[in-house]
Nanobody
């Protein structure tokens, strides 16, 4: 499975962005897809996930109520709608996928930079 993330950019605080992650290859094996982020000098952290069947979803407390994860199975694409962005959301965002045979995420995209200015 290959993952291609896109949609990052520079936005002012309070603004919005939508990230996309297109999956290709043996996508039928994918059970769950998620987003993670890594800010400079910090460890990578979980942001949100969505399962292949369309639910349930889960969010980090820091993004609840502001971010929404969704997926289009026909297009093998997962989206992360990010509203009310804060400077603390600045990070490289990675999409990831977990297949039915692993407990953890075993496929990772290349990352897309999100920068929120104050």
């Amino acid at each position: 499975v290959q993952l291609q993330a896109s949609g990052g950019g520079l936005v002012q605080a309070g603004g919005f962005l939508r990230l996309s992650c297109a999956a290709s290859g043996r996508t039928v094996m994918v059970y769950r897809m998620g987003w993670f982020r890594q800010a400079p000098g910090k460890e990578r952290e979980f942001v949100a996930y969505i399962t292949r069947t369309g639910g349930p979803t889960s969010y980090a407390d820091s993004v609840k109520g502001r971010f929404t994860i969704s997926r289009d199975d026909a297009e093998n694409t997962v989206y992360l709608q990010m509203n009310s962005l804060k400077p603390a959301d600045t990070a490289v965002y990675y999409c990831a996928a977990r297949d039915y045979y692993n407990d953890g995420y075993n496929y990772w995209g290349q990352g897309t930079q999100v920068t929120v200015s104050s």
